[in-house]
């Protein structure tokens, strides 16, 4: 299976962006995506994307949230704009869906 690793969260200040990054340690032809969990919450999917760019988005995401993907690269990014506190959570990266592999997940806080 293949390792994912997650990186570039942070702290930001409201209305600040961040880009979120995920390495595969090998190519991934499923669908690759982003879910995020706050304390005492359950995991919500974010945003997906196919090996060939089709994406889709959870409720609210779509506009401020954009998911992309380098195929060369075998990484998965999400660009996330306009950062609210509620955006505030650990965010995992996903590939082949919620039976498939998981990363470690990094940590976003969004606050002054």
């Known amino acids: 299976q293949a390792q994912l690793v997650e990186s570039g969260g942070g702290l930001v200040q409201p209305g600040g962006s961040l880009r979120l990054s995920c390495a595969a340690s090998?190519?991934?032809?499923?669908?690759m995506g982003w879910y995020r969990q706050a304390p005492g919450m359950r995991r919500r999917f974010v945003a997906g994307i196919s090996r060939d760019g089709i994406t889709n988005y959870g409720d609210g995401f779509e506009g401020r949230f954009t998911i992309s993907r380098d195929n060369t690269k075998n990484t998965v990014y999400l660009q996330m704009s306009s950062l609210k506190p509620e955006d505030s959570a650990v965010y995992f990266c996903?590939?082949?869906?919620?039976?498939?592999?998981w990363g470690q997940g990094t940590q976003v806080t969004v606050s002054e």
């Open positions: 090998k190519s991934i032809f499923s669908i």
């Open positions: 996903n590939a082949g869906g919620l039976a498939g592999n």
